[in-house]
C-alpha cells in the first residue's frame, strides 16, 4: 500500500514456509491424549487436513485454522490469499465452507490501521467468493503481521475425503502449478524472471473452490492439498494408509516460471530444509534424486492446490472436467506400490 513499508520487510519467513517442521509436529503431539469421542472421525492424532466431528447420521462439521506472515506486499491480495489457503484444507475434505473467524497480529505503530483494514477487505472479498460468512475474530498486537482464518465447513460424512484411503490403480491430479517458496524467495532477491510474481500471486489467490465442486461429480479415493509441507510432504501423508504408497512423475509436475534456475541458484526457503528433515525418509529413492529435484519437491506452497486421487478412467476424465471447467489440473502420478513410501520417477 502506497505510503507504508512492504509487508514482507517485517517477515522472516513467509506463507506457509513459516510452519513449524512435520517432525517438529509428530514430537510436540506425541503423547497427547484425550478420552474418545465416538463422534470424532479425524483428529489431530492423525494427518488429516482438518478435523471431522459427525453431528448426526448424514451430516459432520469439519473445522480447520490457518494463519501466516505475508507472502506479497500488497496487503488486500496477502488478505485474499490467506483466506483462499485457509479455505483449502475444507475443500481438500469435500466439503462446504459456511463461518470464519479471523486471526490477526499486527505491528500498529509500524503499519497503522490502514494495511490492516485493506487485508481484511481483500480476505472477506474470497470469503464471500466462498459463500462463507465472517463471523468475527481475535487480534493481538504483535511486531510480525500475520492472517489466517478458523474456518468451518459441513459434509456428509459418508462422502467426506480423506487423506489416507489411497487405493492401488488411481491416478493422481494436481490443481496448480508448484514453486511459490522459490518464487518468494527469488522476489526477495530482486531475480526473479519476468511473469514469475504475476503467475505465483494468480496461483495462490485462486480458490479450490471450483476444483472441488469438479471433483465432486467423480469417484475421489483420497484428497489431499498442498501447502507448507510441498508436494512431496503431503503425499507421503497420503501415502500413510494400509493399502499402498504412490508414484509421482518429476517431469509431469507443472512449474511456475523460473523455479528450476531459482532453487539452481540455492534460493531455496528454510521451510524447506525443515520439510525434507521431518517427510524426506517416506521417498524410497531420495538417494536417487539430484538435490535440484529434492528442494523442488519438498517447497512449501501457499494456497497451493489439490492432489486427488481417482481410479485412473475416473482421473483422466476428471482431468478433461477441470480443464473443460477452467480450472488448471495435471495428472502427476499413480498409487501403487509399498504402503507409506513415496516414489519418484525421474
Not at 55 to 68: H, I, K, N, R, S
Not at 120 to 148: F, N
Request: include cysteine; charge should be negative.
Amino acid at each position: 500500500m502506497t505510503g507504508h513499508p512492504a509487508l514482507t520487510q517485517f517477515t522472516r519467513f513467509s506463507g506457509c514456509g513459516a510452519k513449524l517442521g512435520p517432525g517438529v509436529l509428530e514430537e510436540a503431539l506425541c503423547g497427547l491424549e484425550q478420552p474418545a469421542y465416538p463422534e470424532l472421525l479425524a483428529g489431530f492424532s492423525g494427518c488429516e487436513d482438518a478435523g471431522l466431528f459427525r453431528l448426526g447420521p448424514d451430516l459432520a462439521l469439519v473445522q480447520t485454522v490457518d494463519f501466516f506472515p505475508p507472502i506479497v506486499d500488497d496487503p488486500a491480495l496477502f488478505g485474499r490469499i490467506a483466506a483462499a489457503n485457509a479455505l483449502s484444507d475444507i475443500y481438500a475434505m469435500g466439503a462446504r465452507p459456511i463461518t470464519a473467524l479471523a486471526l490477526v497480529c499486527h505491528p500498529l505503530k509500524q503499519l497503522g490501521v490502514g494495511p490492516l483494514k485493506a487485508m481484511l477487505a481483500g480476505g472477506l472479498e474470497a470469503l464471500v467468493e466462498a459463500g462463507c460468512a465472517l463471523l468475527g475474530g481475535h487480534s493481538v498486537e504483535d511486531p510480525e503481521p500475520k492472517l489466517g482464518y478458523a474456518v468451518t465447513g459441513l459434509v456428509d460424512p459418508a462422502r467426506a475425503w480423506r487423506n489416507n484411503t489411497l487405493r492401488p490403480g488411481c491416478g493422481l491430479i494436481l490443481t496448480k502449478p508448484l514453486g511459490t517458496g522459490l518464487v518468494n524467495m527469488a522476489l526477495r532477491a530482486d531475480c526473479a524472471v519476468p511473469g514469475s510474481r504475476e503467475a505465483a500471486e494468480a496461483a495462490m489467490a485462486t480458490l479450490n473452490r471450483r476444483a472441488a465442486e469438479v471433483l465432486a461429480g467423480f469417484p475421489v479415493a483420497a484428497c489431499t492439498d498442498v501447502t507448507g509441507f510441498g508436494l512431496a510432504g503431503h503425499a507421503a501423508e497420503m501415502a500413510q494408509g494400509d493399502a499402498c504408497g504412490l508414484s509421482l512423475r518429476y517431469p509431469d509436475l507443472p512449474l511456475l516460471p523460473g523455479v528450476l534456475d531459482y532453487a539452481a541458484m540455492g534460493l531455496v526457503p528454510e521451510g524447506t530444509y525443515r520439510n525434507k528433515a521431518g517427510r524426506q525418509k517416506f521417498l524410497r529413492n531420495a538417494g536417487e534424486l539430484p538435490a535440484l529435484a529434492l528442494d523442488l519437491l519438498f517447497d512449501p506452497q501457499t494456497s497451493g492446490g489439490l492432489l486427488a486421487a481417482l481410479p485412473l478412467g475416473a482421473a483422466r476424465e476428471a482431468l478433461a472436467a477441470l480443464r473443460e471447467a477452467g480450472v488448471e489440473a495435471w495428472l502427476v502420478g499413480t498409487s501403487g506400490g509399498p504402503a507409506g513410501q513415496v516414489e519418484v520417477l525421474l
